[in-house]
């Protein structure tokens, strides 16, 4: 049974590796020096949270949205921050094994869209409660977990 449990943990990783990697490799697009603009979100009464923004930036709020869309449930909630910040919120469909697994695929999926900055990774329970803080030193090429 412990082997069949490995098996599937690294199969879930491998396609989600996989997602970002495809969708990321063909999204393209370098980010600008000015596109690092701040766009602070208002929420009026007329605002649902679902519409509130992805993030500070264009390009942000287009990797924001597209977390959300190519994580297929698994990821119910993301904002992009200056470009090297991402925050996203885990639906319950994600097992408690397998979040450190799905940080690091947005990592990297992160560092192919933001190249040549250092990054952070906030993964956010349901009930918005962080569970894991990820940080990529580019210069060093390694990951952190905190």
Request: net charge positive; charged share 20%; with cysteine.
């Amino acid at each position: 049974m412990g082997w069949l449990q490995q098996s599937r943990k690294m199969l879930v990783a491998s396609v989600l590796i996989l997602i970002l990697t495809i969708t990321t490799a063909c999204a393209g697009g370098a980010v600008a020096k000015n596109d690092r603009t701040t766009n602070v979100p208002t929420i009026g009464r007329n605002v649902t949270y679902g519409e509130l923004e992805r993030g500070n930036t264009p390009t942000g709020e287009s990797f924001g949205n597209w977390v959300v869309q190519a994580s297929k449930g698994l990821i119910s909630d993301a904002y992009v921050r200056d470009n090297n910040k991402l925050g996203v919120v885990i639906s319950s469909k994600v097992p408690a094994n397998e979040v450190r697994s799905l940080a690091k695929s947005l990592v990297e999926g992160f560092h192919k869209n933001f190249p040549k900055q250092d990054l952070t990774v906030l993964v956010f329970a349901p009930d918005k409660q962080r569970i894991l803080t990820v940080q990529y030193d580019v210069q060093t090429n390694q990951i952190q977990y905190s």
